[in-house]
């Protein structure tokens, strides 16, 4: 695991949230070069919306 940290402003955050819960399946895949990739890319953009969640953006 590496950390990763940076800093936004509010509105940044809030249209980052908005797009990780709104990016779907079919997007994720369409800029990966396989399943494998989509994949890790899935479970990193989870990681994003769980830390945003934590620092209180957490769309609904």
Do not use: C, H
Request: proline share 3%; aromatic share 8%.
């Amino acid at each position: 695991m590496i950390p990763v940290a940076f800093e936004l402003e509010e509105s940044q955050a809030l249209a980052l949230a908005q797009f990780v819960k709104r990016v779907g399946w079919s997007d994720i895949r369409q800029n990966a070069v396989s399943d494998d990739e989509a994949y890790t890319m899935r479970d990193a953009l989870g990681e994003l919306a769980k830390a945003l969640r934590e620092s209180g953006y957490s769309p609904r």
